[in-house]
C-alpha cells in the first residue's frame, strides 16, 4: 500500500513538472517577468553620442558654450547609472523620466544640428571643403541612428523597465526570433543592441528589414528616421560631389 501510494505521488510530481515545464515553453521570455538587461551597452552609446556631439562645427551647435548640452546629458546618464548601475530594473517612474528626458535632449540637439546643416547646404553656405563636410553629415547620420535607437528602446512594449515585468502582451517590433523561436535560446529578448540594429538598418536601407514595426507609432517613427537620413545623405553627398568637380 505504502509503495503504491509513492509511486502515484512520484507520477504526480511528475505531471506537475511537465505542465509547469510545457507552461514555460508556451511562453517566450520576451512575455516573461525576467532580470533587466545590462546597463554597460546603452551607457557606452550614449556616451558615444556625446562624444560625437562635441565635434560638430560651432554654428551647428544649439546652445553655447558647446559643452552645455553635453554636460546635462552627462548629469542625467550619471543620474540613471548611479539608480541602477548594473542592470535597467524597474525602481521608481522618476528613472523612467530622466530616460526619457535624456533622449529627449540628444534628439533635440542632433535635430538642431541637422537642420542648420541642410539650411546650410541648400543656401549654399555649407562650405568649400568636402571632407569637413562629409565628416559633419557622419556624425550627424550616426548620432540620428543612436537618437532613433534609444526611442525604438524606450517606447517598445512601454519601454525597458515595464519589459522586464512583462506586462505588455503585443510589441511593437516584431524581431526574428519571435517569429521563429526555434532559432534562439529559450531566454531570447530583445535588447538594446537589438534596437540599435534596427535604427541603423532602417537608416541605411530606408525600410524595414529583418525587424517589423508593427504599432502605428513604430511606423511613423521608422518613417520619420528614413526622411531624416535620406535627406542628410542626399544633400550632404550632393554638395560633396559638386564641390570635388
Not at 560638430?56 to 543620474?79: G, K, V, Y
Not at 510589441?171 to 535604427?199: G, K
Request: charged fraction near 20%; glycine fraction near 6%; charge should be neutral.
Amino acid at each position: 500500500m505504502n509503495d503504491d501510494m509513492d509511486d502515484a505521488r512520484s507520477r504526480l510530481a511528475r505531471i506537475e513538472r511537465l505542465l509547469e515545464s510545457g507552461e514555460r515553453e508556451l511562453v517566450p521570455a520576451w512575455r516573461q517577468a525576467t532580470r533587466g538587461e545590462p546597463r554597460w551597452t546603452v551607457t557606452a552609446v550614449i556616451l558615444a553620442a556625446v562624444a560625437l556631439q562635441l565635434t560638430l562645427p560651432h554654428r551647428l551647435i544649439l546652445l553655447h558654450p558647446s559643452w552645455a548640452l553635453p554636460a546635462l546629458e552627462l548629469a542625467l546618464l550619471a543620474a540613471l547609472v548611479a539608480s541602477s548601475p548594473r542592470r535597467v530594473e524597474p525602481r521608481t517612474r522618476l528613472l523612467r523620466y530622466l530616460g526619457l528626458a535624456l533622449a529627449g535632449v540628444i534628439s533635440v540637439a542632433n535635430g538642431w544640428a541637422a537642420v542648420r546643416l541642410v539650411g546650410d547646404l541648400v543656401s549654399g553656405r555649407g562650405g568649400d571643403n568636402a571632407v569637413p563636410l562629409l565628416l559633419t553629415g557622419g556624425v550627424i547620420w550616426l548620432t540620428n541612428v543612436i537618437v532613433f535607437a534609444l526611442w525604438y528602446w524606450e517606447w517598445d512594449r512601454g519601454g525597458p523597465m515595464a519589459r522586464v515585468r512583462g506586462q505588455h502582451e503585443y510589441a511593437d517590433f516584431l524581431f526574428v526570433q519571435m517569429q521563429s523561436p526555434e532559432v534562439a535560446p529559450p531566454d531570447w529578448e530583445p535588447a538594446f543592441p537589438d534596437y540599435l540594429y534596427l535604427s541603423f538598418t532602417n537608416a541605411t536601407a530606408f525600410s524595414p528589414t529583418d525587424v517589423m514595426p508593427l504599432s502605428r507609432w513604430s511606423k511613423m517613427l521608422m518613417m520619420l528616421q528614413s526622411s531624416v537620413s535620406l535627406v542628410t545623405v542626399v544633400l550632404v553627398v550632393a554638395r560633396a560631389v559638386n564641390i570635388l568637380k
